[in-house]
């Protein structure tokens, strides 16, 4: 079946500007988390969903990310005023309850 | 805290030449282990979970093993295909909780 999938692959942005990525589950996955990478480092966790409900967003480095999953299913990462320091490869992941992660192949983001 | 840390960070083998990587934690409380493997531009994919010490999982060329403070991911006679980032990541409560990562072995294999 269909895995995570995550739009756009790249994103490039100026500093300042604002952007917007999408993750889209796999079916019926009631849980949805967010992570960042940085080049030579592992995924760090920034927020998690179960079911519509931000049920941890205690990885979100300040207030100006923000994530939001309306319906359940997708859910899209918001970054406002975007910093060169933001620059990094955002992964989404799903499971089911309990359940084994399974990751997206991540939008690089690049802030110039 | 709760911290993984993996070793060594690069290793360079020649095809057939079996070797392990490590993976040392320190947690209030395991609730999983997980192995991933990670292509260069795309995302981790799963390879293993282990819930106890003495637990161990095997997949092809590789051999996951764990105990109460840390996991090693065996390669038994490594081909080039192999070569990828390996992430290690634990899960401390239970339920749909985040993983806290490790930084990653960087393994080349060389034909």
Same mark, same amino acid.
């Given at each position: 079946?269909?895995?995570?999938?995550?739009?756009?692959?790249?994103?490039?942005?100026?500093?300042?500007?604002?952007?917007?990525?999408?993750?889209? *589950?796999?079916?019926?996955?009631?849980? !949805?988390?967010?992570? =960042?990478?940085?080049? +030579?480092?592992?995924?760090?966790? @920034?927020?998690?969903?179960?079911?519509?409900?931000?049920?941890?967003?205690?990885?979100?480095?300040?207030?100006?990310?923000?994530?939001?999953? *309306?319906?359940?299913?997708?859910?899209? !990462?918001?970054?406002? =005023?975007?910093?060169? +320091?933001?620059?990094?490869?955002? @992964?989404?992941?799903?499971?089911?309850?309990?359940?084994?992660?399974?990751?997206?192949?991540?939008?690089?983001?690049?802030?110039? | 805290?709760?911290?993984?840390?993996?070793?060594?960070?690069?290793?360079?083998?020649?095809?057939?030449?079996?070797?392990?990587?490590?993976?040392?934690?320190?947690?209030?409380?395991?609730?999983?282990?997980?192995?991933?493997?990670?292509?260069?531009?795309?995302?981790?994919?799963?390879?293993?979970?282990?819930?106890?010490?003495?637990?161990?999982?095997?997949?092809?060329?590789?051999?996951?093993?764990?105990?109460?403070?840390?996991?090693?991911?065996?390669?038994?006679?490594?081909?080039?295909?192999?070569?990828?980032?390996?992430?290690?990541?634990?899960?401390?409560?239970?339920?749909?909780?985040?993983?806290?990562?490790?930084?990653?072995?960087?393994?080349?294999?060389?034909?």
């Amino acid at each position: 079946g269909a895995g995570v999938s995550q739009t756009p692959s790249n994103k490039v942005t100026e500093k300042g500007k604002y952007v917007e990525l999408r993750c889209d *589950p796999i079916s019926g996955h009631t849980a !949805l988390y967010w992570y =960042r990478q940085s080049l +030579g480092q592992g995924p760090e966790f @920034l927020i998690y969903f179960q079911g519509t409900g931000a049920a941890d967003d205690s990885g979100l480095p300040n207030d100006r990310f923000f994530a939001v999953r *309306p319906e359940g299913s997708v859910s899209t !990462l918001k970054i406002q =005023r975007t910093e060169r +320091g933001d620059s990094a490869v955002y @992964l989404c992941a799903s499971s089911e309850p309990s359940g084994t992660q399974y990751f997206g192949p991540g939008t690089r983001l690049t802030v110039l | 805290e709760d911290q993984v840390t993996q070793s060594p960070e690069a290793l360079r083998l020649q095809e057939g030449e079996s070797s392990s990587l490590n993976c040392s934690y320190t947690v209030s409380g395991l609730r999983g282990l997980f192995w991933y493997r990670q292509d260069p531009g795309k995302g981790p994919e799963f390879l293993f979970t282990l819930y106890s010490a003495g637990e161990e999982k095997e997949k092809e060329r590789l051999k996951a093993t764990l105990t109460k403070k840390e996991s090693f991911l065996h390669i038994t006679a490594p081909k080039p295909e192999d070569s990828a980032t390996y992430l290690c990541a634990v899960r401390t409560t239970s339920g749909n909780t985040p993983l806290v990562f490790g930084k990653g072995t960087r393994l080349s294999v060389i034909a």
